[in-house]
C-alpha cells in the first residue's frame, strides 16, 4: 500500500511537471513534451493512428509541401492557438519524433532480445 501511495505521489509530480512544460509557450516546448501533448490532447493515443500520422507527416516532407499546414491544421483541430513560430517549433518536435529518437513513451516499452 506504502508503494502505490509512493507511486501515485510520483505520477502527480510528473504530471504537474508535464503541465508546467505545456504551460510554457509552444516554442519552448521540447520533443517529449509536444509528443506528451500530441498524445494526450490531440487525440493520438493508440500506436497505430500514431504510426499512421508519422507516416502520413514523412509522406508529406517527402512530397515537400504541406508538413507544417497539415501541423496547423491539427492544431486547429484541437482548438489550440498558436503562432507560426510555435507551429514550426512543434513541427521540429514531431520531426523529431517521427525520426525515432527516445521519448518518455519509447523508454517504457520492452526491448526485444
Do not use: N, Y
Amino acid at each position: 500500500e506504502h508503494r502505490a501511495k509512493e507511486e501515485a505521489k510520483a505520477e502527480r509530480k510528473a504530471a504537474e511537471a508535464m503541465e508546467e512544460a505545456l504551460s510554457k509557450p509552444m516554442a519552448e516546448w521540447s520533443g517529449p513534451t509536444a509528443c506528451h501533448w500530441l498524445q494526450h490532447h490531440a487525440g493520438i493515443k493508440k500506436s497505430a493512428r500514431r504510426e499512421q500520422m508519422v507516416q502520413h507527416w514523412k509522406d508529406e516532407e517527402q512530397d515537400g509541401k504541406g508538413l507544417l499546414k497539415l501541423t496547423e491544421d491539427m492544431l486547429k483541430d484541437t482548438g489550440v492557438h498558436f503562432t507560426p513560430l510555435a507551429a514550426s517549433e512543434l513541427l521540429e518536435a514531431i520531426q523529431e519524433w517521427a525520426g525515432g529518437r527516445p521519448t518518455e513513451a519509447a523508454q517504457s516499452q520492452p526491448g526485444g532480445g
